[in-house]
């Protein structure tokens, strides 16, 4: 089992693939997604579930979401056909980079990927390709609380703390308009979602092929939360809007 599909089921009972919840995503969709009859793109959507919740939410927004993993992919058509959206919603199995529509986007978003960008300000110049005049970016990223450890750092990368973060999109030519710092509970929930179910994936399948990895797998994350960064890494979501046309 690879890294992809370990990562698929530590997400069953979070599909949100970020430390949010379900009241939280929905009001910042909700400032994001400004126009009932708003063109969406998700650019590293995954199993485009943020993508799905705006269709279901609006009877007409039209959406599309761009990622590399076809089995993401397949994931978000088959629940975008049981939820009845199907018919408007779009998938591209391409690199972000190599994205170009013929036309372009009331609402980006990219929440939890900007390692695909590499950071932030990278995963915005994306964005601000794609974005019609007026749009808002919904974009979404690490930050330190309080300084690091070492241990931290090795294993999420290097951050800023939040006020640095929101300076350096400033400063990049964006105006926030909304945000969200995750709470702490949103944070613990997230961790044990991920890892508690892939532990218990584990359990109720003794013997079978990959259940001792996703143990060994679970109990190597969870230490990682616990010991390495719990206690300074948090989660900023911006809604954003170019700052000049």
Do not use: N
Not at 18 to 36: E, N
Not at 73 to 92: I, P, Q, S
Not at 170 to 197: F, I, K, M, N
Request: aromatic share 6%.
């Amino acid at each position: 089992m690879d890294h992809e599909q370990f990562s698929a089921l530590a997400h069953t009972s979070h599909p949100i693939k970020a430390p949010l919840d379900d009241l939280s995503v929905r009001r910042l969709l909700g400032r994001a997604v400004a126009r009932p009859d708003a063109r969406v793109l998700d650019l590293g959507c995954g199993t485009a579930e943020w993508l799905l919740r705006a269709l279901t939410a609006h009877p007409d927004v039209l959406a599309e979401g761009v990622d590399v993993s076809e089995t993401a992919l397949a994931t978000a058509r088959e629940r975008a056909a049981d939820l009845g959206v199907g018919d408007r919603l779009a998938l591209h199995r391409t690199p972000a980079a190599d994205f170009a529509p013929p036309h372009r986007f009331d609402t980006v978003l990219s929440v939890g990927s900007s390692h695909a960008f590499g950071g932030l300000l990278p995963t915005l110049a994306a964005a601000r390709a794609h974005l019609a005049p007026g749009g808002s970016v919904l974009v979404g990223d690490g930050f330190w609380q309080r300084p690091p450890t070492p241990e931290g750092v090795a294993i999420l990368g290097d951050f800023d703390d939040l006020a640095t973060t929101v300076d350096r999109v400033v400063a990049d030519g964006w105006t926030p308009v909304d945000g969200h710092v995750s709470s702490r509970q949103e944070l613990d929930a997230y961790e044990w979602a991920c890892w508690g179910t892939l532990a218990a994936w584990g359990l109720d399948r003794p013997g079978t092929p990959g259940a001792a990895d996703a143990l060994a797998r679970s109990t190597a994350r969870l230490g990682e939360w616990l010991h390495g960064y719990r206690d300074t890494w948090g989660f900023v979501t911006l809604v954003l809007r170019r700052t000049s046309e």
